[in-house]
Nanobody, 124 residues
Framework: QVQLVESGGGLVEAGGSLRLSCAAS????????MGWFRQAPGKEREFVAG????????YYADSVKGRFTISRDNAKNTLYLQMNTLKPEDTAVYYC?????????????????WGQGTQVTVSS
């Protein structure tokens, strides 16, 4: 069982930046496809970004493309999400998730392990 712990959330003004981290509990992390999802109040959880096990391919939701960057450090069992030019509509709880294998990286059902989430609030 992989345990995932997010950190780095907080309150930031529009236009600012935050970097989220997701620490995994075991070395198997390096074999998993990893994703970031978010859930805003009153809305369904949605895909934000994903990255293959070796980092050679990344995927983004259209709403964050060009502003967010997903990366990973397999030596540290850690996933990152650099968020720049934040907007009030980016306000949400952000979750990291791990998938042993994945066909559709946008679909939650492929992800077996989930973190508890970290709150990101962007003020206007």
């Amino acid at each position: 069982q992989v345990q995932l712990v997010e950190s780095g959330g907080g309150l930031v003004e529009a236009g600012g930046s935050l970097r989220l981290s997701c620490a995994a509990s075991e070395r198997a992390f390096s074999t998993y496809f990893m994703g970031w999802f978010r859930q805003a109040p009153g809305k369904e959880r949605e895909f934000v970004a994903g990255i293959r096990w070796n980092g050679d391919s990344t995927y983004y939701a259209d709403s964050v493309k060009g502003r967010f960057t997903i990366s990973r450090d397999n030596a540290k069992n850690t996933l990152y999400l650099q968020m720049n030019t934040l907007k009030p509509e980016d306000t949400a709880v952000y979750y990291c998730a791990a998938a042993p294998s994945v066909i559709n990286w946008r679909a939650e059902r492929w992800y077996r392990y989930w973190g508890q989430g970290t709150q990101v609030t962007v003020s206007s």
